[in-house]
């Protein structure tokens, strides 16, 4: 009986120390930034961290190293035909849903048609495509391309690049009218090797999907398992990142369900869902979310003005919205002053709110400003007799202005500014960039439309 006992206890502590190990698995990817790129001579990137915090939570040390960096088509063709094997970021499509596992998302994908702005290409659907003339660049294999076939694009019309940068080339050169590709990756390229990415836009959209780590269809079930498991605990563990504001209606407010809202708020909940990203909204008074801002990792401010004394102090994001600076009265004050160079103006009492750009921009011309804790005061201030005249943002005055319907007059729009997301320095360069393109994604859908309508500016106000 003891013999048997012990030839079980042997028999299972073989098998405990038989369980298969990540680094059994052959990691492949490409140059696909901000998710997977080569830098310094190491691979870095979203997917590469990501990797890298799932291997720790097993006990493992991802050696990045041993991650194979090959061409989009032949790390596609090897995960497809031999077991253990994990392509990434690999989108993960109806089409390709049956030939591997997955384990993901690491984050979502927009694959568009890039043109050359100068060009003035519209697209407004593939038949639209097939009827033209246009050319466009694919890479072999990739989720593009795929597209492309699926939609039934004319093979005629495709020509294939050696790999990114060179499709990137071909666009720029005007060897072809179109690229396929995802639109994030190509417009970090443009940043990273020198191309104004003004110079490009995306001008018609082949899917938006999520980008995962895809393995062969014959990796052990146990380890696959395992490693989707391990990644579902290394997203779980990323950085929450803090996103602070103020109330700053239209931009950003909290609505009847006590919930951070208004069009700047909208764009950056769409951004960071597709990013992938833990977030916590909270509504600060303006003074300490700025300074939180800067102390802080992990924590970004918006919506700020992207001054130039702020300028080092942190990473900007954006631009989220746009915005207009004005002088108000209330109506019946008979006070008429059409800019800041009027004298008169400096006989009056001005009212703006601490650490506001717009207070900080009259305050540096030598004019004298009482502030107020947060901008709503103001309008109370100025009922109340105790400010003449109130510098703000136009639309702020005009959504303050109608909740509490008082009468008030713009005496005159002295500067027009963009809003931005302002984050701490030690922001991640790979995040960063995510949320940039992302953002400049919302703008071009129009995310947050409805709630930019109520702050647009209506002539006369």
Same mark, same amino acid.
């Given at each position: ?106 984050? +979502?994908?927009?694959?568009? @048609?890039?043109?050359? !702005?100068?060009?003035?290409? $519209? ?5 639209? =495509? &097939? %009827? ?100 579902? +605990?290394?997203?779980?563990? @990323?950085?929450?990142? !803090?996103?602070?504001?103020? $109330? ?5 407010? =909290? &609505? %009847? ?121 103001? =309008? ?82």
């Amino acid at each position: 009986m003891r013999i048997t006992l012990f030839c079980i206890l042997i028999s299972l502590s073989v098998w405990v120390g038989a369980q298969p190990k990540f680094s059994q698995l052959r990691f492949i990817t490409e140059e696909y930034p901000p998710y997977n790129y080569t830098e310094n001579s190491q691979l870095e990137g979203i997917a590469i961290d990501l990797l890298e915090r799932a291997f720790a939570f097993e006990g493992e040390l991802l050696k990045r190293e041993a991650i194979e960096s090959l061409p989009w088509a032949r790390g596609y063709e090897t995960v497809m035909n031999m077991p253990n094997t994990v392509l990434f970021s690999t989108t993960r499509t109806e089409a390709r849903e049956t030939l591997f596992e997955w384990v993901g998302p690491i984050s +979502s994908d927009r694959v568009v @048609l890039m043109a050359r !702005r100068d060009n003035n290409i $519209e697209i407004d659907s593939i038949e639209q =495509l &097939n %009827e033209s003339d246009l050319n466009v660049a694919v890479i072999l294999e990739d989720i593009g391309a795929q597209r492309l076939q699926e939609l039934g694009v004319n093979p005629d019309r495709i020509h294939t690049a050696i790999n990114n940068a060179s499709a990137l080339a071909m666009l720029n050169a005007n060897r072809v009218d179109l690229w396929a590709y995802g639109e994030d990756v190509a417009f970090w390229l443009m940043d990273t090797r020198g191309y104004n990415r003004q110079e490009f836009e995306p001008v018609y959209t082949l899917s938006e999907a999520y980008l995962y780590f895809a393995l062969n269809k014959d990796t052990d079930p146990e380890l696959v398992e395992r490693f989707h498991k391990a990644v579902e +605990s290394a997203k779980a563990e @990323l950085p929450r990142v !803090r996103l602070l504001t103020e $109330e700053y209606p239209p931009f950003n407010y =909290l &609505n %009847e369900q006590q919930e951070v809202s208004g069009s700047a708020t909208e764009i950056l909940r769409w951004v960071v869902e597709r990013a992938g990203l833990e977030t916590e909204f909270q509504l600060l008074p303006w003074a300490r979310a700025l300074t939180e801002a800067q102390l802080r990792e992990n924590t970004c401010v918006y919506s700020t003005t992207r001054t130039a004394e702020r300028e080092t102090l942190f990473n900007w994001i954006g631009p989220l919205v746009n915005n207009q600076w004005g002088a108000f009265s209330l109506s019946d004050s008979g006070i008429d002053i059409k800019s800041l160079d009027d004298n008169k103006l400096s006989e009056l009492r001005l009212g703006s709110f601490r650490e506001d750009a717009v207070g900080q921009y009259v305050q540096a011309l030598g004019y004298e400003l009482i502030l107020a804790t947060t901008d709503r005061e103001n =309008l109370d201030r100025l009922q109340a007799g105790l400010i003449d005249v109130w510098i703000t943002s136009v639309p702020v005055a005009r959504f303050f202005a109608e909740q509490a319907q008082v009468d008030i007059n713009k005496l005159f729009v002295f500067n027009e500014v963009s809003l931005y997301l302002a984050c701490h320095n030690d922001l991640s360069p790979n995040i960063k960039q995510l949320m940039q393109t992302l953002v400049e994604q919302a703008n071009e859908l129009g995310i947050g439309q409805l709630e930019r309508l109520q702050g647009e500016v209506i002539e006369g106000f």
